[in-house]
């Protein structure tokens, strides 16, 4: 797969696809402005009109997955520096109390207006499809959890990965992925957690 840049790689796209292929996207949810409604809805769109203009029923099954598992903010050693070793400073956007009402996340906030956005898809191209899917939905999907627990335990296969990949310095004894636990701030510091 190589990349296709503006409408000139729309169009070399539209003549590759048959038009039922699943097609991922990803959002951060904390807003949704013009370079969010590019990416996830005219993108789509002009794809989509592309394939009908060569005869072909756009019939994609469009994922946009809602990234709630990305941390809020950023720790770890030198986080700009060592952009790949880096763990959540407070929390991840899950937890992130939403800007109007605190009894909700920032992902219940925003996931609406996002699903809401990419419905326009399925309105002007009704054989195709949207799932909005929140990355931590699918922590008891066996292949997601294998795949995590994996890279937890083998940090150096996902070292080795970005070494050959990436122009970024990487540290050695780098954590690339971690086990993110939330505990409320009113927890008793004393209390005994039974994690099992």
Request: net charge positive.
């Amino acid at each position: 797969m190589k990349p296709y840049f503006y409408l000139s790689g729309i169009r070399e796209l539209s003549d590759e696809l048959k038009g039922d292929e699943n097609i991922y996207l990803g959002i951060r949810p904390y807003g949704f402005h013009a370079g969010n409604m590019s990416t996830l809805v005219v993108y789509p769109m002009l794809l989509c009109r592309e394939m009908i203009k060569m005869g072909k029923v756009p019939r994609f099954n469009f994922y946009v997955f809602i990234n709630d598992w990305e941390q809020h903010r950023l720790d770890g050693v030198d986080p700009t520096l060592y952009p790949f070793n880096i763990l959540p400073k407070y929390t991840t956007w899950q937890f992130m109390p939403d800007p109007i009402d605190n009894k909700f996340s920032i992902v219940d906030y925003w996931e609406p207006v996002i699903s809401n956005q990419i419905g326009y898809l399925n309105h002007y191209f009704p054989k195709t499809t949207s799932i909005v899917v929140r990355n931590s939905a699918m922590k008891n999907i066996p292949v997601m959890k294998r795949c995590l627990l994996q890279t937890i335990a083998h940090p150096e296969i996902i070292l080795k990965i970005l070494k050959e990949n990436s122009t970024k310095p990487t540290l050695d004894k780098a954590i690339y992925a971690s086990a993110d636990c939330q505990v409320p701030l009113l927890l008793d510091r004393s209390a005994k957690l039974n994690l099992a």
